[in-house]
């Protein structure tokens, strides 16, 4: 495997997919259980993120070399929202888990958010 892309909706009943998919992502790259749980995490916050900042849509790319690199960021449009205050616990959990986390900001929200898991 070297990358998988998906295009999703924001919804809460497609995050167990999403989880699923990152967990059988994870096992290709060959990242241990501990290491996928980390990355599901990591996955379903970021997700939560771009959500919370009224996005609808949103794209995902797992690229595999060296470990795993996961890159998301917002498509569509954007509705009108409030941070929320669990974001702040999400982008520390994005910080504890995952490596290099980068996140890209539009209108003082978060549009995009990439990290990376060594296996």
């Not at 059988?24 to 970021?46: P, Q, Y």
């Not at 205050?85 to 980068?102: K, M, N, R, Y």
């Amino acid at each position: 495997m070297k990358e998988i892309t998906m295009r999703i909706p924001l919804k809460s009943e497609i995050m167990t997919t999403v989880r699923l998919t990152t967990g059988g992502v994870c096992s290709l790259a060959g990242l241990d259980i501990d290491r996928s749980e980390d990355c599901k995490v990591c996955v379903t916050e970021s997700l939560l993120l771009l959500l919370h900042a009224g996005y609808r849509e949103a794209t995902i790319e797992f690229a595999a070399e060296d470990g795993l690199k996961i890159s998301i960021a917002a498509a569509g449009e954007r509705a009108e929202a409030e941070l929320a205050p669990e974001d702040e616990i999400s982008a520390a959990l994005l910080g504890a888990l995952a490596a290099d986390v980068c996140t890209e900001k539009r209108g003082g929200t978060v549009c995009a958010v990439s990290f990376r898991f060594d296996s």
